[in-house]
């Protein structure tokens, strides 16, 4: 027996406007729209995606899990950062010293790293 990976599951308060706003951040495709439970993926066939789901309670702690991206150089690190906190990212402190990655937090703030 094997599993496949389908997607990974984020809460939100407004499930649409933030699949919209990490498809942009990834360049992603919307594969479902429904205003509950949209789903982006890398392509429409191509797995994992995430699906977004809405919940009532905001964020209030430090996310148990986080992605990780990396940029397509690592000279673009900065780049991408910019970029991302142009699309409404924000910096956040999780306890970091010195490292050699970026975290993030997305408009609902959960974060991710930019490696």
């Keep these: 027996m094997a599993l496949t990976w389908e ?5 939100s308060s407004d499930p649409a406007a933030l699949a919209a706003w990490w ?7 919307v594969v479902s729209t ?7 993926r890398p ?16 964020k209030t702690v430090k996310d148990r899990l986080h992605l990780d991206f990396r940029p397509d150089s690592r000279d673009d690190q900065a780049a991408e950062v ?7 990212a924000m910096r956040v ?8 990655w970026v975290v993030l937090a997305d ?9």
């Design 34 to 40: 429904g205003d509950d439970e949209p789903e982006i």
């Design 82 to 88: 910019d970029r991302l906190i142009g699309l409404g």
């Design 23 to 29: 498809a942009e951040a990834l360049g992603w495709v």
């Design 107 to 115: 408009p609902e703030g959960n974060e991710f790293c930019v490696l």
């Design 7 to 11: 997607q990974v599951v984020v809460d």
């Design 93 to 100: 402190d999780v306890g970091q010293v010195d490292a050699s």
């Design 43 to 58: 392509a429409p066939d191509v797995l994992p995606g995430l699906l977004f789901v809405h919940v009532d309670e905001p």
